[in-house]
T-cell receptor, first 111, second 113 residues
Framework: DQQVKQNSPSLSVQEGRISILNCDYT??????FLWYKKYPAEGPTFLIS?????DKNEDGRFTVFLNKSAKHLSLHIVPSQPGDSAVYFC??????????FGTGTRLTIIP | DTGVSQNPRHKITKRGQNVTFRCDPI?????LYWYRQTLGQGPEFLTY????????KSRLLSDRFSAERPKGSFSTLEIQRTEQGDSAMYLC???????????FGSGTQLSVL
């Protein structure tokens, strides 16, 4: 029962272009969504979040979009930089309780 | 703010042995979480504490697993009679309150031989 799905295990993007990472969820009770970034041998690092009362949240080069009717969210990174190469996890929860994570998307930025 | 600290970073043990991991959360954070991550998967929730009270345990946390948070400060996660299937990265996270983002430690990588 995978309540949070990231269907693309990997993504390669040219430096300077836009990276779009996608996430789908099935539990309509989720009201808080986050993106985390993870480098090898390190714990996940918080990137950006969005509450279900919003449909967009921006922070610098990162923007998260939420489409509640489609139960879909996406993370846009623009422009993409080599340091953005990492595994990105989508997470969802009711409040911040016991977040449910997706399986991750490995983003590779090509110089 | 020194971040969430986990020790040890790596643990190699033989099947059947007991292991204990420690997590020191960010000092003012009253919520502490344990997650487990295996290769190719996202972190999976194990349990969480608010102060010293353990509020929820996942069904993933079998009877061989026990977590404590005495005095609402650091936490320990013990695995008794380890099995090869316990091999994973064990992640600790803390937050100040509900709806505040989780800060993760670097994890403890457990290998059971």
């Amino acid at each position: 029962d995978q309540q949070v799905k990231q269907n693309s295990p990997s993504l390669s993007v040219q430096e300077g272009r836009i990276s779009i990472l996608n996430c789908d969820y099935t539990n309509s009770m989720f009201d808080y969504f986050l993106w985390y970034k993870k480098y090898p041998a390190e714990g996940p690092t918080f990137l950006i979040s969005i509450s279900s009362i919003k449909d967009k949240n921006e922070d610098g080069r990162f923007t998260v979009f939420l489409n509640k009717s489609a139960k879909h969210l996406s993370l846009h990174i623009v422009p993409s930089q080599p340091g953005d190469s990492a595994v990105y996890f989508c997470a969802a929860g009711v409040g911040n309780e016991k977040l449910t994570f997706g399986t991750g998307t490995r983003l590779t930025i090509i110089p | 703010d020194t971040g969430v600290s986990q020790n040890p970073r790596h643990k190699i043990t033989k099947r059947g042995q007991n292991v204990t991991f420690r997590c020191d959360p960010i000092s003012e954070h009253n919520r502490l979480y344990w997650y487990r991550q295996t290769l190719g998967q996202g972190p999976e929730f194990l349990t969480y504490f608010q102060n010293e009270a353990q509020l929820e345990k996942s069904r993933l946390l079998s009877d061989r697993f026990s977590a404590e948070r005495p005095k609402g400060s650091f936490s320990t996660l013990e695995i008794q009679r380890t099995e090869q299937g316990d091999s994973a990265m064990y992640l600790c996270a803390s937050s100040f309150s509900l709806r505040e983002k989780l800060f993760f430690g670097s994890g403890t990588q457990l290998s059971v031989l």
